[in-house]
């Protein structure tokens, strides 16, 4: 795709709940860079300041107030940032840039205000969580139940300390009105087409969504593993909705039925210590290895040391950057059939019905019982790996931005 750049000046403000660094936190910092070597004028905020990797170009500016920020802000961001973010709005009006890029979902509850006091700026928020239609941005729910009061605050009761669990109560009062802030917005881009269609079935306008994924800068590796044991890799977080414990269990079925098999897992949190009681419960303790969190620039050689990679999510993950990186490397991906998972793997993957923990260990079976399989899968990582390709998507991004200023897109 050509794409003529008619935007100059682009204003990317990023926010990160719990001060983390994640699969966002790459992918905004690979936009920022991407922008600037096209020549496009960056102007950067991101609460805190974690982005990493940003080159040292003229083009890209760092807002002088980046990354100042209280420790209650990194809760209910749609509410605690709400003031700092139109202030920002505006500094960045004054500094000439045509549109602003809200790189997370929570700081999107300002451009109401914003529009309000007069601004001139066209926006656009990018859609990687579902902060838009529930207070605790997973929307583990699924929608199966109402996002009433009661219901708005036993989610964030559960997802909050004791001292934010308190104001959840007016949290969840407030939450419609600020989702109803977050629908003013020019126009927003989806990183799945699982994310645009739970959107536009809360009431967002889905001629204002466009469907662009995340970025990948990395190169195919051309690399399948069948020097050592079968190991089966997940890399990600350790909690609930990632559905580790569903991954376990399947496995501790697998051990007993080809013994030299090994389960490799790759990242920290929360339930830890739960799943490594878990191994020991079931006995395959000795075939595990938690790794706990590992430095990004050294992930790979955990790709590189593994035969499949499992994905095995219990809600509807936006996108899911790791499956992207075990593709880099040719490794066949077995995922639930919930969220983005599915429709990023394409044809170099396996899909199971969430959950299902039968079906999960049946598949990784097929996997180590056909090689013919995995040979074929991993050659197809290639050509979907092709789909996420920097220079693809970073014109797909500036070509929206140009409809977006030029051509009226998302006008009312």
């Known amino acids: 795709m050509r794409c003529i750049k008619l935007v100059s000046s682009v204003g990317i403000i990023s ?72 202030f920002l709005m505006r500094q960045l009006e004054k500094l000439g840039v045509e549109i602003i890029h809200l790189y997370n979902v929570y700081p999107m509850s300002a451009v109401s205000l914003y529009k309000n006091f007069g601004g001139r700026c066209k926006t656009i928020g990018q859609l990687n969580n579902y902060g838009g239609i529930c207070p605790v941005g997973n929307y583990i729910c699924n929608g199966v139940n109402k996002c009433n009061y009661l219901n708005r605050y036993s989610c964030l009761k559960n997802e909050m300390n004791f001292l934010m669990g ?19 917005l020019d126009g927003y881009i989806a990183l799945s087409e699982a994310v645009k269609s739970i959107y536009v079935a809360n009431g967002y306008r889905g001629n204002k969504i466009r469907v662009i994924p995340n970025i990948y800068e990395g190169a195919y590796q ?103 990186e075990a593709i880099s490397y040719g490794l066949p991906c077995i995922v639930s059939n919930i969220g983005a998972p599915p429709e990023v793997v394409g044809n170099a993957g396996l899909v199971f019905p969430r959950g299902n923990i039968k079906v999960l260990n049946e598949k990784i079976k097929l996997l180590y019982d056909n090689s013919q399989l995995r040979v074929e899968l991993s050659e197809n990582c290639k050509y979907v790996l092709e789909k996420y390709s920097k220079n693809l998507i970073i014109d797909r991004i500036i070509q929206y931005y140009d409809e977006i200023v030029h051509s009226g897109i998302g006008r009312n």
């Open 15 to 86: 926010s990160s709940p719990g001060g983390i660094t994640g699969g966002s936190e790459v992918s905004v910092g690979i936009l920022i860079n991407l922008l600037a070597a096209r020549g496009i004028n960056v102007y950067v905020a991101s609460y805190p300041m974690n982005l990493q990797g940003l080159d040292k170009s003229s083009n890209i500016t760092i807002l002088n107030d980046s990354g100042s920020i209280f420790p209650i802000e990194l809760h209910a961001q749609p509410v605690t940032l709400i003031l700092r973010i139109l």
């Open 166 to 184: 308190m104001l959840g109560m007016p949290y969840s009062v407030v939450y419609p009105k600020i989702i109803k802030m977050m629908k003013s």
């Open 222 to 324: 051309s690399f399948m593993n069948n020097d050592t044991a079968f190991t089966i890799l997940y890399v990600g977080s350790l909690s609930e909705n990632k559905g580790v414990q569903d991954l376990i269990s399947a496995f501790s079925i697998l051990i007993t039925q080809r013994p030299d098999c090994k389960l490799l897992i790759v990242g920290d949190g929360p339930l830890r210590s739960d799943l490594e009681n878990l191994t020991i419960q079931t006995g395959v303790a000795d075939h595990v290895t938690f790794t706990g969190k590992v430095p990004h620039s050294e992930v790979w050689k955990y790709y590189r040391q593994s035969s499949v990679f499992v994905h095995p999510g219990h809600w509807n993950e936006p996108f899911g950057r790791t499956l992207l």
